[in-house]
């Protein structure tokens, strides 16, 4: 199995926000050279499957990589995981379907065909 890494909230759901390109300014006087084509960031792949799968069902070592990769990683990128995975009906009663919600998504991972897995703990 693949080790599993994080994908941003968005972009694990199709929320995906582009950065903003900052090109440097041009000295006062000085003509601006014209800036390129902006590249269009890829669309991810449509969501064509959802797997919930519970922590406890991974190898013990991928269960620590995700456990590392979520404490690094800030309450609000969580948070806006959650609120993309609740926002989102096939997410959402994939979810319901096992008895879970999205308070309990740690993370997402989406491969280049759609298929979405989503990793849950459950509280308590």
């Known amino acids: 199995m693949r080790m599993i890494t994080i994908l941003a909230a968005g972009s694990a759901l199709a929320f995906a926000m582009a950065a903003n390109a900052q090109t440097p300014s041009a000295a006062p006087g000085q003509p601006r050279a014209p800036a390129a084509a902006p590249q269009v960031p890829s669309a991810p792949p449509a969501i064509q499957s959802v797997d919930v799968v519970d922590i406890t069902e991974l190898p013990e070592e991928t ?4 456990t590392q990769v979520v404490a690094q ?19 959402k009663s994939a979810l319901q379907s096992k008895g879970l919600s999205a308070t309990h998504v740690l993370m ?4 280049e065909n759609g298929a979405l897995t989503l990793v849950t703990k459950r509280t308590g």
């Open 63 to 66: 269960q620590t990589q995700i």
């Open 73 to 91: 990683r800030g309450d609000e990128q969580l948070q806006r995981l959650r609120t993309a995975v609740d926002a989102n009906l096939m997410l």
């Open 108 to 111: 997402a991972q989406m491969n």
